[in-house]
């Protein structure tokens, strides 16, 4: 979480000059946009945690632009087949892109030459410091320093649930190399499916976040290995992080809205305002608190800095990343 919040703070550096930016865009917000309907591409499937957030931060943001959003969920690819969706839309306001910094691990992983910035970026407005270590109840090692042993002692044994070229492959990859360990990386699809085949026993790790599976981490179906971050989370501060544990392992997730190339800076400054306004909404803050995610504004200019330092931090496992899944 340390490099987390360094991440964002350098983000933050440089940006005064966007009071001048704030200063208008409530005079481009009196004008026309949005006239209609607002949809919003989601590039995984249902029931995962980008999905939920995308449509409670959307029931808000609907009331501060006076218009409807329509989530429209396209998966595959590892979310570039939303992202090209988007990209290929018309740059008027009506289509934008709801996902989280997965977005940029198709482009670490050589599947495509588009990233984030291909994109109009708009703003980020919830960073999420909630990813955990999940096994099941019957796996032969319930605590982190149990995992890495047995690993260790049984390479290529432990079934670790990813979606090729996605973001948990990214941290599965970070495990074997932060850990010394040899995981049988096993694609079972986004969030909800990974659940899914944990509950069933027919995989044995996942990483997830702690807001989706904390019912079965209540009822002890889940056991949680820890925190992947540096310091604990105050919004559960029993759990430990993986970082107490010997393994320095920092994985946040941001989300924000993106809109096609060449969308106009005045729809874009429109849409982003309407973002902070969501993000300092106190019934949105207890709801989101809910989810365990952190209501976060950064306007385009930060968010795009952001991004840019995540992906330097992703970029430290590129070269095992490349070499593929086991």
Do not use: C
Not at 9 to 27: D, I, Q, R, V, Y
Not at 129 to 139: E, F, P, Q
Not at 214 to 219: I, L, M, S
Not at 239 to 251: D, I, K, R, S, Y
């Amino acid at each position: 979480m340390k490099q987390a919040r360094k991440r964002m703070n350098t983000a933050l550096k440089g940006a005064a000059w966007l009071s001048m930016m704030a200063l208008a865009l409530p005079l481009y917000a009196a004008g026309a946009y949005p006239e209609k309907t607002v949809q919003v591409i989601v590039p995984v499937g249902a029931g995962g945690d980008t999905d939920l957030n995308a449509r409670l931060f959307g029931k808000y943001l609907e009331a501060e632009l006076g218009q409807s959003l329509v989530v429209v969920n396209v998966s595959g690819g590892g979310g570039t087949i939303g992202m090209k969706r988007v990209k290929e839309a018309a740059p008027d306001g009506y289509t934008a892109l709801f996902f989280h910094g997965e977005a940029m691990i198709p482009k670490l992983a050589g599947l495509t030459s588009d990233g984030i910035d291909a994109l109009a970026m708009v703003g980020i407005g919830i960073v999420d410091d909630t990813t955990v270590l999940a096994t099941h109840k019957g796996a032969p090692y319930q605590t982190l320093a149990e995992l890495v042993d047995y690993a260790r002692a049984h390479p290529y044994e432990v079934d670790f649930g990813i979606l090729t070229g996605g973001y948990p492959h990214l941290i599965g990859v970070a495990l074997e190399q932060l850990a010394g360990i040899k995981l049988n990386m096993v694609d079972v699809g986004g969030n909800a499916a990974k659940t899914v085949a944990l509950k069933g026993q027919k995989i044995d790790l996942i990483n997830t976040q702690y807001g989706l599976t904390k019912d079965y981490f209540d009822n002890g179906d889940f056991v949680n290995l820890g925190l992947m971050a540096e310091q604990r989370n105050p919004l559960f501060g029993e759990v430990a992080t993986t970082a107490e544990q010997g393994l320095p392992a920092a994985f946040n997730k941001f989300f924000f809205y993106a809109m096609p190339p060449g969308t106009p800076a005045e729809i874009v400054g429109t849409f982003s305002a309407a973002m902070k306004k969501v993000v300092e909404n106190p019934a949105y803050q207890q709801e989101a608190a809910r989810l365990f995610v952190t209501p976060t504004y950064l306007d385009p200019v930060q968010a795009g800095e952001y991004a840019d330092a995540q992906y330097r931090y992703f970029a430290q496992f590129q070269e095992l990343f490349l070499a593929g899944s086991h």
